[in-house]
């Protein structure tokens, strides 16, 4: 009886389970899209909200996209990259009959980003638009490092149309005012008509630049004369060199004897090699181009979205050894390659949130990155190794937060030791930041001209859509 057992509970194993499918409800009426069990085809979901879904063998990793929004996300994984800030899922999405399969409340955070929500029962589900108005307010802002428009309220990035006297940002989703928009003295007041909203500027006032930020959720338009390094971030023409001066405005950083500041360092440097790397017809973009606070995963969402090249962040060291002196150039991993590597990261990635930092130990599916990253950083060190007259540091790998979820090559170079008195009055200098600058502009120049390694294929079994 026992053995008779055993074989019927064999039998019922072997069995493949039979195809199902969920309906699912949509403005332009009901469809089929497969399903087993409680997963459903993320894939097909996002396909009927209108989202244009490739797969990027390269990276194994799939890239859903509709207006300026984007979602990258790989299969087997519980992470994804949402405009650009790497982002938890509520559960993986997995491979299944040739299909990339998830639960109900991971795809909706999937369709989100694109306005889109998914509710009901497993077996039948519901998709639609939210066309609920976000309530938005702008706002005045201004600092010694210039006047700003801060609109909050919205999770959505405009796009942004400026013209002489006026600057109009274009939303995905309709958005509602929560008041009216008081005259200030940039700001001569604001129109909203369905989903633009126009603000008209005062008489020699004009847009610098913009930008999203979150922790709060808010978008930032920069007022002002545009400084000659904002002149760096022009149309794009190749490939776009995204440059991270390390820390600002509250986070000064590393300080050294003399008073010298890591923050300031940092963005005379970042500053002084976009100037080279544009003379070199490079497009550059600053992640700050004044005294600002940034927070880490900010700097490389905005690389992200602007689907960067190449994505360097610059820093200064520190070390309780004071005889401690030269460049180190690291590049993204979830463990440290040795201790020292492991304190850098940690001092780094000291404005970073507890959870922020977890986040860091996502798939790093995206392994032709990683490869061209350690390309990168060698690169890097060998020019600063070069120019400093040094023995080779090496390049390091090391949890940076700074570096997480970055989909293109990416490092993190620490151009001197702050903490040694000497070093530390040298990256003061504005000719040794030249030096530095044009031995970083070479380096990634040269990385560019690098003939790129055969990219990986598509895992066995990733479905071609």
Known sequence: MRKTIAIVVAVLVLLPMAAAAVTVTTPQGAQEVFARGDLLDALAVLRLAGVDVQFAAAAGSYNASAGDHQVQFTPGGSLAVVDGRLTRLPGPLRQLEGHVVCAPATAAVLLAPFGWTLSGSDASLELAHASAGEQIEVSVVRA??????????TKQRPQVAATRGAVALLFATPVTLAKPIAPEAELLGGDLRGTTLTLRLAPGAEVANTYPLDDPPRFVVRLGTAAPVAAVAAPRAGPLVVLDPGHGGGDQGAKGPGSELEKDITLAVARATAAQLQAAGVNTRLTRD?????????????????????????????????????????????????????????????????????????????????NNSARLARSIQERLNELQGIKDRGIRQAPFVVLTGATMPAALVEVGFLSNPDEAARLALPDTQQQIAAALAAAIVAYLHEPTPTPATSPAGTPTP
């Open 144 to 153: 010694p490092t210039g006047t700003t428009l801060v609109v909050r309220g």
């Open 290 to 370: 004044g005294d600002d606070t940034v927070s880490l995963t900010d700097r490389t969402a905005l690389a992200n979205r602007l689907q960067a090249t190449v994505f360097v962040s610059i820093h200064a060291n520190a070390s309780l050894a004071r005889g401690a002196h030269g460049a180190e150039t690291y590049y993204m991993s979830a463990d440290a390659s040795d201790a020292q590597a492991a304190q850098s990261a940690a001092r780094e990635n000291a404005s970073a949130s507890p959870d922020t930092v977890q986040l860091i130990l996502w798939d790093l599916a995206h392994v032709a990155n990683l």
